[in-house]
């Protein structure tokens, strides 16, 4: 009998052992697709009801490491969706299918204040996201790794084509769709950070434009600080892309943030080369620069360093810094803009700290309407603040700026802000499509 019992006891070993639990597995989908684009993120095996913690971990360019996380239980099943299941904290709460993604921030062991800005848009920018067990704070050392996956966003997608531009006294990057064409033509312009920013075009191509990405200075021989600007210059580029073959006419658009917005309401009002222009928190005068065509010149509004509050943390607030433009002594910097032909869409987060771009969003709309123009639309968007980027763009509420050296508060809330950037992308794109063809 002391042999079967002997005989017997590995089996019965093997019974008292529990089964072996299921790997935990993470699937986004898709693994690589465009960055302006939702994925669906999966986790399965876990146990029911157990926590973990979501992160994402992005590099940019220049090594930057910036992460994201966010607190989640599984289901009854184990399993969980971001597309359905809410984040009970971390960095973001609540239903975020990309939450990971627009909260990512620059890790703690970087300098602050960074953009998460792709300065190549031929690379796909490698986003590493990981399950770990249990809760852990935000800048805190995470739980064991129990699942990975890695996810690349593409800013041009497969046929697009870029060309480098030096055509006369303007430079920058055309980016054309694949196909024959005509294709609508949009000039696209960023703000006084100055220098070549291309990932918006690139997408903008990737959804069937002809998109200019457009600098004015800072770039390659153009003026190295923004002192002066000549209309001719963005005339020439507005002509330029009018009559490239591969562009639909009669007129072209554009589109532009911050003093790019500001541009792009002098373009349409003084160029009939232009019958589109799109506003993202822009001011309806003419500012910091002085504007100049032919024999006319817009004053720039200037900026009062006396009217900037700083933070114990030394973060600068200029929202009541610049010129009012409704000062009467101010006048001749105001951008004619009921002269335009075109139409008009005027893109204002409400929390916008940079400046007050609701207030310059209204004197346009009231400016049009004196003179019997419903030539308009505005999108005006609760919580959102200064820079309204493409979907899932990293929020950054504080930034360094390039001129000051310092950081400087752009304001907005980071997931009204993320809301803002999706809905609004979608809205430009109709409003281009169906004013250029």
């Known amino acids: 009998w002391r042999a079967l019992a002997a005989a017997a006891a590995p089996a019965r070993a093997l019974l008292r052992t529990p089964p072996a639990r299921r790997a935990a597995s993470l699937a986004v989908s898709p693994a690589a697709g465009l960055a302006d684009e939702r994925v669906e993120t999966r986790v399965a095996g876990l146990s029911p009801g157990q926590p973990v913690t979501l992160r994402a971990v992005a590099a940019d360019d220049r090594g930057c490491l910036f992460q994201s996380c966010a607190h989640y239980r599984a289901d009854s099943r184990g399993e969980l969706h971001l597309g359905t299941d809410a984040s009970h904290g971390g960095d973001y709460t609540g239903v975020e299918p990309m939450g990971l993604f627009w909260s990512l921030a620059p890790a703690g062991m970087e300098r602050p204040y960074q953009r998460l800005v792709p300065r190549n848009t031929s690379a796909p920018m490698k986003v590493e996201v990981l399950v770990h067990q249990g809760h852990s704070p935000p800048g805190s050392m995470p739980g064991p790794v129990v699942a990975k996956a890695e996810v690349q966003r593409l800013f041009t997608a497969p046929g697009v084509r870029r060309i480098r531009l030096k055509e006369g006294v303007v430079r920058g990057s055309l980016f054309l769709p694949p196909g024959d064409g005509p294709f609508p033509g949009v000039i696209d312009m ?231 950037q999706e809905h609004s992308w979608g809205k430009i794109q109709e409003f281009l499509h169906l004013h250029l063809g």
Not at 225 to 247: D, G, I, M, N, S
Not at 260 to 276: K, Q, R, Y
């Open 190 to 420: 960023y703000g006084d950070e100055g220098g070549l920013i291309e990932f918006r075009s690139s997408l903008l191509a990737t959804h069937g434009f002809a998109a200019l990405s457009l600098p004015y200075f800072d770039f390659e021989d153009l003026p190295r600080v923004l002192q002066e600007l000549k209309l001719e210059y963005f005339e020439e580029a507005a002509r330029f892309l009018q009559r490239h073959p591969k562009v639909k006419g009669p007129g072209v658009g554009v589109i532009g943030t911050g003093k790019g917005a500001e541009l792009a309401l002098s373009m349409i009002t003084f160029l009939p080369e232009v019958v589109a222009a799109v506003s993202i928190s822009g001011c309806s005068s003419n500012t910091v620069a002085d504007l100049r065509y032919g024999e006319m010149t817009l004053p720039g509004l200037r900026f009062d360093m006396k009217k900037v509050s700083v933070s114990e943390s030394g973060v600068f607030d200029i929202f009541e810094a610049l010129d009012d433009p409704t000062n009467p002594a101010n006048s001749p910097s105001v951008i004619p803009i009921e002269k335009a032909e075109g139409h008009f869409l005027l893109v204002v987060g409400e929390d916008d700290r940079m400046w007050k771009s609701s207030l310059y969003a209204e004197l346009a709309i009231r400016r049009l309407r004196q003179h019997g123009k419903e030539n308009f639309e505005l999108l005006s968007y609760p919580g959102a603040g200064h820079r309204i980027d493409p979907p899932s763009t990293p929020f950054c509420q504080v930034a360094m700026d390039r001129v000051l050296g310092v950081p400087v508060l752009g304001g907005g809330e980071s997931k009204a802000h993320a809301h803002a």
